[in-house]
């Protein structure tokens, strides 16, 4: 069992998310990218442990970030999982308010997505 | 009596209607028959000739003196003349027969003579000349002698007695020839019975009755056939004019513009004119006598039209379709009366209107609108969508150029990525921009999040982050009172940083900007910026316009031209104000900033008049004066006739009103007695008396009545006496208050005239709903205009409150009686909105209510007067909404025409640095590389994202041209193919060619390429993890392009919509893409005269199939 905190990113787009992903593990943590909220949860029941942090696109085919959050939130080992919406659209504001979560407006660089992770995955 | 029937034929015409004939047995019987005749003839004054044998003659002659006749006086003057009939019968013979010539000449001659001695219209005339023939044994020249007199008779006017006897006629073989030249058969003399000889006499006086009787009837029958004949002349001549109307009309009908069909009882046509046949397209016998049902396309609507001419409706204007001989439906308006006889329908009368055109206007207008909606509304999701396309390569490459910063070694590859970083930033702020004006112009405006915020605290912030940005810049802030309000603050950051980065770049260097914030007033925060620097008077009004064009761009200008104009946006969203001034090389910029979000109540149609209040305060506070002022003011009293009488009735005061009413100033009356003013009789009754001792025992006394002024003249008036009583109870006086209502009495008589003129104005108007509402709003009058604007019928409405013409939202929102509210207060209400009719349906209308007020200004109710808009609104609405989807596409394809352009300049930037950062790094370092090749992939997307959109521009604006060039089809489909090797194995796909060689055409390359580049990505995209085939064969003429995948196909009945603009088959929720790929390949295939179809293949996935003419053809482009 590792040491590193465990950080899902959920990205459709395939650079993003390999960017994003390359850009945490260089940063220390474990990091797993899923490309639709289907494959995510596969992942997630196949997982050693939970996730300090997942980085959830809002738009992506098979299953959606919304719908994603709604499942994850039905679970009781997951639901209180830390969730950062990550998007383009301009209305990520109300949505992420809606879900009750924190939100990121795309494109989001990289100080900004050190710190987030950081602050999810301070304590061990 | 078979021989007779050959002589009484009915048709035949008479010899001589005045051709008599007598049979006779005795000669005294003869005479006195002949002198009967001829007496009658004298005394009608007819002259008579008489051309018998010498007895005869005698015997005449006898018979005439006994009915009084002077025969030698007759004979003198010509009247008689007396000729012997042997003479003149031998005068009349050639030979042995009478010759036509002689007779004519010898009897024609007595006749003409007697004629012209007399100057008598007619003659009468007697002959035997025939008797005498007939007594020779010459019947046939006896008979030929008749002949003769009846050719006379058309020569000359006489009547002829001819006279045969009996005894010359051995048997009766004869007697019908004879009768049968003459006109008339008289009586024969009656025969006494005797021996055998007699007998045939008899058989002969009863053939001539029997003949005589026949000649009548046929007379008779004759006059009565000839009535007939001129009846049925008559008739006829009615027929024929009636048929020339009738034609006249026909024709009329038949060659009438206006399409006229009947049809009967049965349903079946009946008749239809030439206009009717060439409507639909049928010849005559193809539609008259078929049933009219089979020419309806909508069977509902025929049997309505049946059912309410069956009610004994008068159709006018119904709506239907008509089925034409080719196939296409005509829209007709049919007008149509039905005639019913006990109920049922005997025939209809039908005109039809064509209002094909009409309708297909409306529905293609319809339908355009309906298109230009679906875009507008597809742009909500558009804007969200290129938000998400263009962002995520952005992100891309900011990460890996922020990542490759902290790497980078050496000052040329840091220089790149910082460059690369700042093309990005650029990218972004761009289309941050883009769609922020996507939102104000397209959207509907920039949406706020509003919060309570220091506007010092951002202009603080936002003054660091500009000078972080431009170091050289000199920024002087400056903060006074309090800057709180309801703002968005990330907005007004963006509109503070908009204007001091523009006052910056615009600006003198060497004077700073300021960046003022005032929060003195109570309601608005004021920002003021301020720099060094002119904008010419040209500029200055287009300051905040949108795109400010090239040739008003600074050379220091940086970017679309679309800050200020979004600086304005935003604070206008936020109810405020952005302003500038600009004047001796200093330039401000002002912004006024509300700080609360403005009430956005209902709109009203009236501005409130804030005097109402104060006068309603006045009216109510007229009282506390003191006893000075009281006496003043009754004695300013002008109207009114106060003053004071002592308990005898004398006149102690008098005012002014007094002094105007009656006449008499106060020297001339105080003192005198008031039964001055009464009229002599009342005096003399004591009636002045009499009220005052009924004011003294009830307190006070009223009347109307006739009083007289100083010079005598009556005046009605109202009487008030009030007793006047010290504390004590003992009486002081009275107090009389006098009103002159003579004026009033007249002018209410005037009103009541006039009133009654209105009343039957607006009863008459029927454009206008013209009606009263009592005090509480209930209605209580009604006028036609009314009735036809609401439905209501007077009984049914009035009494009725007027919310009943309320819609249900203004009910619930109790606006009735808020109108009436706002009528009261200030007068008038007026406002333009819907209304509900007695049916339920809506009407716009617009209407206005006025308080009326009486004479002492007591409400008394309210005139509320609506006029029908409601056609006018809908054609307004219908404008409005085609405008406004008209301007927003118009709009949208200028968004989309300046952000491609725009983004080309940092994304050409971009991708030269990425070019020199690869070089650089990729032999040294392959994990940048790695990151590098990333970047690189995702500029090319972005290029390709942006050459899309320009293209959609191009293509709307008409501007896409075609390079064409030969070359071989199966060439550049494996150069594609190849090419898109990547993305295939990325997407999972297998692609398969299955390419027919020598396929040669005259296409623009580039373009075809982007047609199949754009089908593969698609297919990729939607089909990710499938078999992919795509062929290429020719037919004549022709090339046709396909791509075939195994994906989840396409939804069923939208494959065409599939090429529309912004169209989509997945939902957005799950892909990405501007949507409008296909657009593109559609309008290329279509540019180069071919086509783009899609469908679902057999077996699963979808097929696009692009046909491509091998060469071109004159083709217009659909754009």
């Given amino acids: 069992m590792s040491n590193k905190h465990l950080v899902f990113v959920i990205e459709d787009d395939l650079d993003i998310r390999c960017s994003i992903v390359e850009l945490l593990e260089e940063s220390g943590y474990h990091t797993v990218g899923a490309e639709n909220g289907a494959a995510a949860l596969e992942l997630l029941r196949a997982a050693d442990r939970s ?30 999982i830390p969730v950062i919406l990550m998007s383009a659209y301009r209305d990520v504001a109300e949505r992420a308010a809606r879900m009750q979560v924190e939100h990121l407006v795309k494109p989001v660089g990289v100080d900004e997505l050190l710190e987030v992770t950081r602050r999810y995955c301070r304590r061990i | 009596m078979d021989d007779l029937a050959s002589t009484v034929a009915v048709d035949a015409q008479p010899i001589h209607p005045s051709h008599f004939v007598q049979f006779y047995e005795t000669d005294a019987f003869l005479c006195d028959a002949v002198a009967e005749y001829l007496i009658l003839g004298l005394r009608a004054g007819e002259p008579c000739a008489v051309i018998a044998t010498e007895a005869h003659r005698d015997g005449l002659a006898q018979q005439l003196r006994a009915r009084g006749l002077d025969v030698a006086r007759a004979e003198a003057d010509h009247r008689l003349v007396m000729l012997d009939a042997r003479r003149t019968l031998d005068a009349c013979m050639e030979g042995d027969h009478p010759h036509p010539e002689r007779f004519r000449e010898v009897v024609g001659g007595v006749l003409a003579s007697i004629s012209s001695a007399t100057s008598a219209q007619r003659i009468r005339a007697f002959g035997e000349m025939v008797d005498l023939l007939w007594r020779d044994g010459r019947s046939e020249d006896a008979l030929k002698l008749e002949e003769l007199w009846n050719d006379l008779a058309t020569r000359h006017s006489f009547s002829l007695l001819c006279a045969y006897g009996l005894d010359a006629f051995s048997s009766r073989r004869s007697v019908p020839a004879i009768c049968a030249t003459h006109g008339h058969v008289l009586p024969p003399e009656p025969v006494a019975p005797r021996a055998a000889e007699q007998e045939c006499a008899l058989d002969l006086v009863s053939l001539v009755t029997e003949i005589a009787r026949r000649m009548q009837i046929e007379r008779v029958l004759r006059a009565s056939l000839l009535a007939q004949r001129e009846a049925m002349g008559a008739l006829r001549r009615a027929e024929a004019d009636a048929r020339d109307r009738e034609e006249a009309l026909s024709h009329f009908l038949e060659t009438a513009v206006v399409p006229i069909h009947t049809i009967d009882g049965d349903g079946l046509i009946t008749w239809a004119n030439q206009a009717e046949l060439d409507l639909l397209g049928y010849a005559r016998d193809e539609y008259v006598g078929q049933p009219i049902a089979r020419f309806h396309v909508d069977a509902p609507v025929h049997e309505e039209m049946i059912r309410r001419l069956l009610a004994g409706d008068v159709v006018h204007d119904h709506e239907a379709r008509m089925r034409a001989k080719d196939g296409t439906i005509r829209h007709v308006l049919v007008s149509s009366r039905g005639d019913l006889r006990d109920s049922e329908l005997v025939s209809t009368r039908c005109f039809s209107r064509d209002i094909t055109e009409r309708k297909h206007a409306e529905q293609e207008r319809d339908r355009l609108i309906e298109e230009l909606m679906r875009t507008v509304h597809l742009n909500e999701m558009f804007t969200s969508v290129l938000a998400h396309d263009l962002r995520n390569p952005l992100n891309t490459i900011l990460l890996a150029g922020q990542t490759l910063m902290g ?53 603080r912030d936002v003054a660091e982050e500009v000078r972080g940005a431009y170091p050289e810049a000199a920024i002087e802030l400056c903060a006074d009172g309090d800057l709180r309000g309801e703002l968005d603050v990330d907005r007004i950051a963006q509109v503070l940083s908009n204007l001091v980065g523009n006052a910056i770049q615009h600006g003198r260097g060497d004077v700073p900007v300021a960046l003022r914030l005032e929060g003195v007033s109570p309601d608005a925060i004021t920002i003021t910026i301020a720099n060094g620097g002119t904008i010419s008077a040209e500029l200055l009004p287009l300051l905040f316009a949108p795109f400010r064009g090239a040739h008003q761009r600074g050379p220091r200008s940086q970017g679309l031209g679309l800050s200020l104009y979004l600086s304005d946006q935003i604070v206008r969203a936020h109810g405020g104000t952005l302003a500038a001034w600009s004047r001796d090389d200093r330039t401000e910029l002002t912004v006024v900033l509300p700080r609360r979000a403005a009430w956005s109540g209902a709109r009203s149609a009236f501005a409130a008049r804030p005097a109402a209040a104060a006068e309603l305060h006045q009216r109510r506070h007229v009282g506390s004066a ?54 002599r009789e009342e005096r003399r009754s004591g009636k002045c008396e009499r009220e005052l001792a009924i004011a003294e025992r009830t307190g006070h006394y009223e009347e109307q009545g006739w009083r007289l002024r100083k010079d005598g003249t009556p005046f009605w008036a109202n009487v008030l006496i009030t007793a006047v009583r010290d504390p004590g109870g003992e009486l002081v006086g009275f107090a ?37 509402l009592d005090p509480e709003g209930h209605v209580s009058t009604w006028n036609s205009g009314a009735e036809r604007i609401n439905g209501y019928r007077a009984s049914e409405i009035i009494g009725k409150h007027f919310s009943a013409f309320s819609t249900e939202e203004d009910l619930r929102a109790g606006k009735a009686e808020t109108e009436l509210e706002i009528a009261t207060r200030d007068g008038r209400f007026e406002d333009e909105g819907w209304r509900i009719r007695k049916d339920g349906s809506r009407l ?29 609104r809908k054609h307004e609405d219908d404008r409005i909404r085609l405008a406004q989807a008209q301007e927003a596409v118009r709009l949208r394809d200028e968004f989309l025409s300046i952000a491609s352009h725009e983004l080309k300049t940092p994304l050409t930037v971009l991708r030269m640095q990425l070019e020199t950062l690869r070089k650089r790094f990729a032999r040294t370092d392959p994990s940048i590389a790695t990151q590098l090749d990333r970047t690189h ?34 060439t550049l489909v494996r150069e594609v193919v190849d090419r898109m090797g990547e993305g295939s194995s990325a997407a999972r796909c297998t692609v398969t060619c299955h390419l027919a060689e020598g396929i040669c055409g005259t296409w623009d390359r580039s373009r075809v390429d982007q047609v199949l580049t754009n089908l593969l990505a698609n297919a990729f995209k939607y089909a990710a993890g499938t078999a992919i085939e795509v062929s290429a064969h020719g037919g004549p003429g022709i090339a046709l392009l396909e791509v075939r995948d195994h994906g989840p196909g396409l939804p069923p009945g939208r494959e065409a919509a599939l090429f529309h603009r912004f169209e989509r088959a997945a939902s957005i929720q799950h892909y990405g893409g501007l949507g409008l790929g296909l657009y593109v390949v559609d309008q290329i295939a279509r540019a180069h005269g071919g086509d783009a179809i899609a469908a679902n293949a057999p077996g699963g996935g979808a097929r696009f199939r692009i046909e491509l003419p091998l060469h071109p053809q004159s083709k217009a482009m659909n754009v």
């Fill in chain 1, 51 to 80: 996730p300090c942090l997942i980085l959830l696109d809002l738009m992506m085919p098979i299953m959606d970030g919304e719908t994603f959050h709604g499942e994850l939130r039905k679970q009781p080992g997951w639901s209180t």
């Fill in chain 2, 937 to 970: 992939r995702a500029s090319q997307r972005l290029t390709e994202l942006v050459e899309t959109l320009l293209d959609a521009s191009r293509i709307a604006t008409g501007q896409l041209e075609l390079r064409r060039e030969t070359f071989d089809l199966a």
């Fill in chain 2, 844 to 872: 716009w209308a617009n209407v206005v209510l006025t308080a009326l007020h009486d004479a002492s200004a007591k409400l008394i109710g309210f005139a509320m007067v609506t006029r029908d808009l409601t056609e006018r």
């Fill in chain 2, 736 to 772: 009389k208050v006098t009103r002159d209502l003579t004026e009033e009495r007249l002018a209410k008589e005037a009103q009541r005239q006039s009133e009654e003129r209105f009343r039957l104005l607006v009863e008459g108007v029927a454009e206008y709903a013209i009606f009263l």
């Fill in chain 2, 407 to 459: 790497r980078a070694d050496d000052t040329i590859g840091a220089r790149a990525l910082q460059r690369l970083t700042r093309s990005v930033a650029r990218m972004q702020g761009m289309l941050d921009q883009l769609l922020d004006f996507s939102r104000a112009r397209i959207n509907g405006g920039i949406s706020l999040d509003r919060k309570l915020a220091d506007a010092g605290v951002i202009a």
């Fill in chain 2, 626 to 679: 003191t006893d000075d002022s009281l006496r003043m003011l009754i004695r300013s009293i002008r109207d009114y006739a106060i003053f004071m009488l002592d308990p005898a009735g004398y006149v102690m005061s008098w005012n002014t009103g007094a002094e105007l009413i009656n006449g008499y100033s106060a020297d001339e009356i105080i003192g005198q007695h008031f039964s001055l003013f009464y009229p």
